[in-house]
C-alpha cells in the first residue's frame, strides 16, 4: 500500500460534501484509522476547523498522529471506541462527525494482526491488541453450534455449518493458530463460491473479526448517541463495508429522522467505477448521512 499519505481513503470527496466541512468547525472522526479522511477535514476547515480523532487501534493511531502532526493544536487523538464520542466531547456539540466503519489497510496487509488469509500469521484479528479475545480463542474454544451462529451471522456464510464442523474436527487433533491453517480448513470444507475471485474464507474471517471486535454491540445506539452530540445544523455521516452495519445506519437514521434530524441520503451513496478500479477494497462501501435541524428537537 505504500506510505500513510498514500492510503486511499473511501468516498473521499463524497464524504467532505455530506459533511459540508466549513472553517472554523469541530469535526469528530470516530474511527480515524490512518488519518485520510481526518486529513482531508481539516485541510477543508483550515485555518481554525478543529478535529477530535478516536481509534481502537493504539499502533494505527501512532501513524496517524504522525500524519497529522502538520496541524499542531487543531487536532487531537485519543485511543477509544466511537461509542464514546459523548464522554470525549464532554459536552462540546461538534459541527460534523464521521464514522467509516471499515478495518483499514494496514491492519489487513500486516500478517502479524492476522485479520487476511492471504498471508500466514497469527490468528489474532484484535483491533486493540492489548486486551481481549483473539480469533484463536474463539475458533478453538466456541461450542460447535455457537460456532455456526457466529458464521452465519456475522458472515452471512450459507455453508455456516458445514465449516463449523470441520474447524471443530480439525482443533481435536491441535489447536488452530494460524491464519493459512484456519484458511485451509474452511477451504476444503466450504463449496466453490458463486461470486468469481471470492476465496472461501473471506465471509469466515470477516464473521471471527466483527465477533472478536464485538462490532455490531449497541450499533444502533451508538449511532443514536454520536448524533446527539451534534450542534444544530451538525452533520453525521457513517461508511459502512457491511450489510448488516449498513442496516443499522439506515435504521438508527430512519429513527432519528422522526426525532429532529434530516436524511441527507435516501439511498447509501456508493463508490463510483472509477474509484473501485483503483481502489477494489471500496466496492463494499455504503455511506449515509444526516443533518440535525436548525431547532434541534
Known sequence: ?????????????????LLAVRPGGLYVDGTVGLGGHAEAVLHASAPDGRLVGLDRDGETLERARARLAPFGGRVRLEQGDYREIPERLAGEQADGILLDLGI??????DAERGFSFQAEGPLDMRMDRSSGETAADVVNRTRESELADILHEYGEEPAARRIARAIAFARERKPLATTRELADVVRRAAPRSRRPGLHPATRTFQALRIRVNRELDGLGEAFERA????????????IAFHSLEDRASKEAFRALSTRGFRLLTKKPVRPGEDEVRANPRARSARLRALRREEEAA
Open 1 to 17: 500500500m505504500g506510505s500513510d499519505a498514500g492510503h486511499v481513503s473511501v468516498l473521499l470527496a463524497e464524504t467532505l460534501e
Open 104 to 109: 483499514s489497510s494496514v491492519q489487513l496487509d
Open 227 to 238: 448524533a446527539s452530540c451534534l450542534a444544530p445544523g451538525g452533520r453525521m455521516a457513517v
